[in-house]
């Protein structure tokens, strides 16, 4: 089925005052795309977490700093629409990672949410999978 659970962390610069490392659990689900409507184009997400995301960008059109307006969509439907995404890195030319600028609560809420089923439907497949795994070694057993 394909669905992972990845740690993440984002370590920004320290200003002196403020410690700004932040920690969020990155999930991937297959199907999951961004649309971005000043392109016109499909992107596959690579790993979401509520505030960020990571796709792939083969055609390397993408630059860090850039702003660009993203629509998250799960199975080809739209589950969040405009979200303002600033790449903050980019990672062997083509993995395009970015942050959730200006996010209103709706929207926080929204994507906070998928994260969370997203979360969840991993959590039922690994059970699944190692109440096989159990039952398996039982039959083994007997």
């Known amino acids: 089925m394909g669905i992972e659970l990845l740690e993440f962390s984002v ?3 320290s200003d002196g005052r403020h410690d700004y490392q932040r920690r969020a659990v990155r999930v991937h689900l297959p199907g999951l ?3 971005v409507p000043e392109r016109e184009t499909f992107y596959p997400v690579v790993d979401l977490s509520t505030f ?3 796709f792939k960008d083969e055609a390397k059109s993408f630059q860090i700093g850039q702003t660009v307006t993203v629509d998250v969509h ?8 405009g979200l303002e995404a600033r790449i903050v890195k980019i990672r062997d030319e083509v993995l395009v990672a970015c942050t959730f600028q200006n996010m209103t609560r709706h929207l926080e809420q929204r994507m906070d949410k998928l994260s969370l ?3 969840k439907r991993w959590i039922k497949i690994r059970k699944l999978q190692q109440q096989q795994g159990e039952d398996e070694a039982n039959t083994s057993q007997t």
Do not use: D, N, R
């Open 52 to 54: 960020s995301l990571a």
């Open 33 to 35: 795309m961004i649309w």
């Open 117 to 119: 089923e997203i979360q």
């Open 11 to 13: 370590e920004y610069p």
């Open 74 to 81: 799960v199975h080809g439907k739209a589950w969040v629409e």
